[in-house]
């Protein structure tokens, strides 16, 4: 008595294809994206460097309450001062609130980072997460106390008010997104116009029919 060896069943090349190229093409959108993560990281490393660097410069050059030494005439000066508020010395009696706010802000640009798709949003989302940090740094670990430390400013405005570069990265960063936003390009660096454009295509494309054994039997009798 002999028995057969039954054949195993073997995939579509079609479905292996398909695997194979959905593969391709996740491991292609993984790449480009791990170069924009690094991207955000890097500018948000500039800037917070760059702000510390300054306000540690600041605080060795300049003294607290002088006169503002002028750079640009009456427009742009150098005076240190210790904010406890946020910008333009607003909700000076609220540090802790701030500080508080200031680190969910982080919380959410670092998850956003994780979806990036555009080198502008990369720069955008740096810029802004390390203008964050930098002032974040100071509420945590200068004076009076540890999340209620007063931020240092020395980048006196005319009389308006007086910044760090920290505060220069997150307004630069702020006109980048809306700048973004108005363009339409998502954080995925998609625009939301080749979409609807995508979707107008999709419906008016006619549906592709297989011939089924109705159609091959009628063209049968047809050569017939």
């Known amino acids: ?30 790449g480009p994206r791990r170069v924009l993560v690094v991207w955000t990281v890097v500018f948000a490393a500039l800037v917070l460097v760059l702000d510390q660097l300054t306000k540690w410069w600041a605080e060795s050059s300049l003294t607290l309450g002088d006169d ?16 406890p508020g946020a910008a333009l010395s607003i909700a000076t009696g609220m540090t802790w609130l ?5 680190v969910a802000v982080v919380v959410v640009i670092v998850r956003m980072v994780s979806r990036i ?17 930098g002032n974040l740094v100071d ?17 006196a405005y005319a009389n308006w008010f007086v910044g760090n570069v920290a505060d220069i990265a997150i307004v630069a ?3 980048m997104i809306a700048v973004l936003s108005v363009l339409g390009i998502g954080l995925d660096g998609s625009r939301h116009g080749d979409d609807e454009a995508g979707d107008e295509v999709g ?22």
Do not use: C, K, Q
């Open 173 to 175: 960063a702020a006109v």
């Open 139 to 155: 509420r945590f670990f200068r004076e009076p106390g540890f999340a209620r430390g007063h931020v240092v400013d020395f980048i």
């Open 117 to 133: 798709g555009s080198r502008a949003w990369a720069v955008a989302l740096g810029l802004l997460l390390g203008g964050a940090l």
């Open 203 to 224: 419906d008016e494309a006619e549906p592709i029919t297989e011939p089924g054994p109705t159609t091959v039997r009628a063209d049968r009798e047809e050569e017939r």
């Open 68 to 83: 503002t030494i002028p750079l640009l005439g009456s427009l742009l000066g150098l005076r240190l001062i210790y904010n």
């Open 98 to 102: 701030l500080t508080i706010v200031v």
């Open 1 to 30: 008595m002999s028995t057969s060896a039954r054949p195993e069943p073997t995939e579509p090349a079609d479905a292996v294809a398909g695997t194979e190229s959905g593969t391709d093409t996740s491991t292609a959108r993984r």
